[in-house]
Nanobody
Framework: QVQLVESGGGLVQAGGSLTLSCVASGRTFSSYGMGWFRQPPGKEREFVAAISWSGAGTYYADSVKGRFTISRDNGKNTMYLHMNSLKPEDTAVYYC???????????????WGQGTQVTVSS
């Protein structure tokens, strides 16, 4: 089974930038799509971004489009989320997700990492 480990979270001021990383192990990383979800305080987990196995296809939630960029390095078994122009409402625990799929009810995934906290101060 795949293991996912996120890192890179922290405290940042509004308008600042942060890059999250997710290292995967336990299977062939380059064969599967990956994604990021987040769970703001007191709210349900929500989709942030997804990337195809090759990196050619990327998908974003409207709330982060134009500010966040998802990427991957298959040679390093690592996926990234580059976050710019951060807002206080981006504060959440960010989770790396394995093989997210888009359904009629939105993006969903069955397996997650342990999460990394991102806090954006105003």
């Amino acid at each position: 089974q795949v293991q996912l480990v996120e890192s890179g979270g922290g405290l940042v001021q509004a308008g600042g930038s942060l890059t999250l990383s997710c290292v995967a192990s336990g299977r062939t990383f380059s064969s599967y799509g990956m994604g990021w979800f987040r769970q703001p305080p007191g709210k349900e987990r929500e989709f942030v971004a997804a990337i195809s196995w090759s990196g050619a296809g990327t998908y974003y939630a409207d709330s982060v489009k134009g500010r966040f960029t998802i990427s991957r390095d298959n040679g390093k078994n690592t996926m990234y989320l580059h976050m710019n122009s951060l807002k206080p409402e981006d504060t959440a625990v960010y989770y790396c997700a394995d093989q997210p799929t888009e359904t009629s009810q939105g993006w969903q995934a069955d397996y997650w990492g342990q999460g990394t906290q991102v806090t954006v101060s105003s």
